[in-house]
């Protein structure tokens, strides 16, 4: 099976190994350095997300990608998400199109409505606009990605007439569109024929199989060629079961309270975090460990990319490196031979 894999990260605000929290600006500079360790040891992608609130330091990823794309050589670069919905889809076109540009064709774009919404009343949007304004967003960007003469009159701004867009890209721009699992987001991308990424963050890989047949209907349907599907899914490595969950557990219960307090969820627990690492979609563990259960879930969805999400919460960045290196070394090697065993 040809699979690729990658690693996200949202730039979650960090300690360091006696507690103290970083300042933000050394948590981007920590990043960069992940992303060229990602580089060195053959990982395929890396993704950076997009926020707006204090437990996460990059608000513009496009920005930090343009610094990682200096700083690499072969690894792709995207965003994870881009939140296309507060965005103005002709300058997220220009800002990954300057970073193909930088990268010599490695920039791609992963376009989402986001898992948080501070950046609506930030920008200026309405949350009862929530749908219409990604909708008629994301009809913009699929024009102007093809890199032709834009014509669009929504009737809420000035029309573009065979407007040109610059700069054009070498090789056309990769993209995916990113869904939290809706019957209706994942038909969407099939009709705007983008690559589908999954965020898979809570319960077991498998329940998100009917997408999956939907996706692959939906492309059939609309005579569509195949079209990749990816997973995005958080978790940690380190030399031995017991460490990485050691390693991990306090800052995943932490982040997860912090969201959970959020939005009305009960506080978690040492055995929520013990469940999703054996039976949800925490992939945490030794080498052999993760290997083991990405090769399953790359098997049960027939995926071509999965994209493990390495920060979690204020975990350490000395914990995140060793975490990196084992997933270029150790863990996705295994899993190509897991694959290859069928």
Known sequence: MDVQFGLDTFGDSTQDLEGKSLHQAQVIRNVVEQAKLADRVGIDFFGVGEHH??????????????GISTATERIHLGSAVTVLSSDDPIRVYQRFATIDAMSKGRAEVVLGRGSFTESFPLFGYR???????????LELFSRVVTEQPVNWNPGN????????????TENGLAQWIAVGGS?????????????LMLAIIGGPAERFKPFVDLYHRANAQLGNTDLPIAVHSP????DTDEEAKAQLRQHWITNRNKIGAERG???????????????GSLYVGSPETVAQKIAATVKALGIQRFDLKYSNGPLPHEYSMRSIELYGTQVIPRVRELLAEG
Do not use: C
């Open 53 to 66: 609130r204090p437990d996460y330091a990059v608000s513009a990823p496009d920005a930090v990608l343009a």
């Open 127 to 137: 949350m009862e606009d929530y749908n219409q304004v990604f909708a008629e967003k």
């Open 157 to 168: 701004r000035t029309p573009l007439v065979n407007q040109e867009i610059y700069p054009k």
């Open 183 to 195: 019957p209706e987001s994942v038909a969407r991308a099939a009709q705007y024929k983008m690559p």
């Open 235 to 238: 978790g940690h490595i380190a």
């Open 265 to 279: 969820w009960g506080p978690a627990s040492a055995a929520e975090f013990d469940h999703e690492i054996t039976h």
